[in-house]
């Protein structure tokens, strides 16, 4: 976890300042596989996140989409999306430091734990953490990631447009049908 959290400590000095990184290791040996940082906004990609990419990565390195016999150790638990890319691509195992609770307090989040991703799922997927949780939450009070926070579009306050965030609808309730909408 710490080298993970070093590696992503030093995106704070650069101009995309991000304090989200992944890092896969070979459970056994605890070889490095690959590693990534977030690059959402780098990449214009709202998937760009660390997990996603470090996964991405190490299926090309290995030219397969299979990661059983890794471990994923992630500098904050991960979203659902990306707990969800874990579970396909088999890890053994899930180590988050920051949770998402604590990202959440900083950035819009999905509210929904890793642990409670992997419990719904066929695949098994071990989640630890938080596991040396105040160092990772050092990368999200930095001074240089507080002031990249206020930059970004998706602040929690409001949406991009500054309309306040839509309600959540209750479960079973269908949404009005809007002009626009259409049946594909």
């Not at 604590?102 to 950035?107: E, K, L, S, T, V």
């Not at 799922?121 to 001074?143: E, K, Q």
């Amino acid at each position: 976890m710490r080298e993970i959290y070093e590696f992503t400590a030093r995106t704070l000095q650069t101009k995309h300042p991000v304090p989200f990184g992944a890092l896969i290791v070979n459970t056994r040996s605890g070889e490095r596989l690959m590693r990534a940082t977030n690059a959402v906004r780098r990449e214009n990609d709202p998937s760009s996140h660390a997990e996603l990419r470090a996964v991405r990565l190490a299926c090309k390195k290995l030219k397969r989409i299979n990661l059983a016999g890794f471990t994923m150790y992630s500098t904050c638990e991960p979203c659902p999306m990306c707990m969800a890319n874990a579970l396909w691509a088999r890890l053994d195992r899930v180590v988050f430091g920051a949770t998402i609770a604590d990202a959440n307090r900083h950035c819009l989040q999905i509210l929904v734990p890793a642990e409670e991703v992997s419990g719904r799922a066929d695949m098994r997927t071990i989640v630890d953490g938080p596991v040396l949780r105040g160092l990772c939450n050092a990368l999200f009070t930095h001074p240089n990631m507080q002031r990249a926070f206020r930059t970004w579009t998706g602040k929690k306050a409001e949406t991009a447009t500054g309309e306040k965030p839509a309600r959540r609808m209750r479960a079973g309730a269908k949404r009005a049908r809007t002009p626009g909408d259409e049946t594909i």
